[in-house]
């Protein structure tokens, strides 16, 4: 089955009137979370009733967004929904244990799946599909559309979507960052998104807990490929001594990248004995969207991930080699630096 394009005028059709269930994928981040309430706000002004549920622990680095304490665990999520709204991700695999909400739904009683999203992935799903590589974030995608259909952005919502922006674009440092980027954060800030009072909720309110796993990581911190990959790992007792959850290890990769030198970046965290989570970065040349979806993840060209069956130890083996292979093959095409 291949998606229809969604239109702005279409999301506005299916949206209209219908019970809204809007999951955020797994592991939310910023733009994930932004976007999901921006929409629900729309919903509101479209007479239909939103549901925002959440399969992981929403973050609670986000809870000065307006409407943060209504998102939901999918298992106080009950009822009909006729409508079912992918942002910032495009697969079923992506929206965890909500999945379960979907699939319970009779025949015949199965919501429309309507997707908007910016990640380069071949697998899609859905009746309706808004793809686009080139926004930097989701948040760009829902602010044009709320803009074009006419919809209010008020200060709460606003600093959502600015969120979601700042946040995907590492606070307007990524190459994905470009002019429409600003001209649109831009237009945030005049509707009441306050830039620095973001950047210090996401960015300068870190738990202690937060810190210590990030110094225990860069202690472990190594290299291969003659400083070319640098990686750490972070096992369940690194967790427990430093009472830091999985959460806390988002964004350390980005440190390992900083290492002058290093092209691929990865950060390795044990989930259980059998399940690792790996996060990859690149600087310049690399796609690690293309090297995650070789252990069944994705993402972006310069920041990807998969979660992968196997120990911590199996798996790093098993991703520095492809790593290291994938880095030397994009070398030898004379397409590296
Ligand atoms: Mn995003």
Not at 72 to 92: K, N, T
Not at 102 to 128: F, M, N, Q, S
Not at 181 to 205: C, D, I, M, W, Y
Not at 290 to 299: D, H, K, M, P, S
Request: proline share 4%; net charge neutral; glycine share 10%.
């Amino acid at each position: 089955m291949s998606a229809r394009e969604l239109t702005p005028e279409n999301l506005r059709e299916i949206l209209s009137g219908s019970r809204v269930l809007i999951p955020l994928h797994v592991a939310p981040d910023g733009d994930s979370i932004g976007s999901a309430l921006a929409v629900a706000s729309a919903c509101r002004h479209l007479d239909s009733k939103p549901t925002v549920v959440s399969s992981d622990p929403v973050p609670t680095t986000y809870s000065f967004l307006p409407g943060w304490e209504a998102i939901r665990r999918p298992e106080r999520v009950g009822g009909q929904f006729d409508v079912l709204l992918l942002l910032d991700c495009s697969s079923l695999s992506r929206i965890g244990r909500v999945r379960e909400l979907v699939d319970r739904a009779k025949p015949g009683e199965r919501p429309l799946i309507a997707v908007v999203d910016h990640h380069r992935t071949g697998e899609t799903v859905g009746d309706y599909l808004w793809s686009d590589a080139g926004a930097a974030a989701t948040c760009e995608m829902i602010f044009d559309w709320m803009i074009d259909q006419g919809l209010p952005i008020s200060g709460g919502v606003a600093t959502a979507l600015y969120t979601g922006i700042a946040t995907d674009t590492g606070f307007y440092a990524f190459p994905n960052t470009s002019a429409g980027t600003f001209r649109r954060s831009a237009q945030l800030v005049q509707l009441g998104a306050r830039p620095h009072h973001v950047h210090q909720k996401v960015n300068e309110e870190r738990s202690m807990a937060e810190i210590r796993i990030l110094g225990r990581a860069l202690e472990k911190m190594r290299v291969a490929a003659g400083g070319r990959v640098a990686w750490t790992e972070i096992t369940r007792s690194d967790l427990t001594d430093t009472g830091a959850g999985t959460d806390d290890t988002e964004g350390i990769v980005n440190h390992l990248r900083s290492v002058a030198g290093t092209e691929l970046a990865v950060i390795f965290v044990e989930m259980d004995t059998e399940h690792t989570k790996v996060s990859f970065r690149s600087r310049e040349y690399l796609d690690v969207a293309e090297l995650a979806r070789n252990f069944g993840g994705g993402g972006h060209a310069r920041a990807a991930g998969a979660k992968m069956s196997g120990s911590i130890a199996e798996v790093r083996k098993r991703v520095i080699e492809t790593g290291s292979r994938q880095l030397r093959l994009r070398e030898a095409g004379g397409q590296g630096k």
